[in-house]
């Protein structure tokens, strides 16, 4: 098993920036990838980010340029650095962690987002 914390959310005006945090801990040997993800009122669970072991990155393409996945591995964390936030960037962001043997997913609790115009 492996358990997901997520910290760093809040509210920001749009241009700020906020950095969440998402700690695992337990079985943290079986991750391989790491993700963001986001969910806004009314809408869909959307992939924000994702992060291999060896640090390979992709972003989907709406948060291109203004955030940066990131890990430390000796800390079990992974990071989403968050800059010229917009008001359509909120939302409640959930990290996802993967089991390399069969991508099995650990979801934290998320951490809400909220861009004020």
């Known amino acids: 098993q492996v358990q997901l914390v997520e910290s760093g959310g809040g509210l920001v005006q749009a241009g700020g920036s906020l950095r969440l945090s998402c700690a695992a801990s337990?079985?943290?040997?079986?991750?391989?990838?790491m993700d963001w993800f986001r969910q806004a009122p009314g809408k869909e669970r959307e992939l924000v980010a994702t992060i291999s072991r060896t640090g390979y990155t992709t972003y989907t393409d709406s948060v291109k340029g203004r955030f940066t996945i990131s890990r430390d591995n000796a800390k079990n964390t992974v990071y989403l650095q968050m800059n010229s936030l917009r008001p359509e960037d909120t939302a409640v962001y959930y990290c996802?962690?993967?089991?390399?043997?069969?991508?099995?997913?650990?979801w934290g609790q998320g951490t809400q987002v909220t861009v004020s115009s």
């Open positions: 996802n962690a993967k089991r390399f043997y069969d991508d099995y997913g650990y």
């Open positions: 337990g079985s943290t040997g079986s991750i391989s990838t």
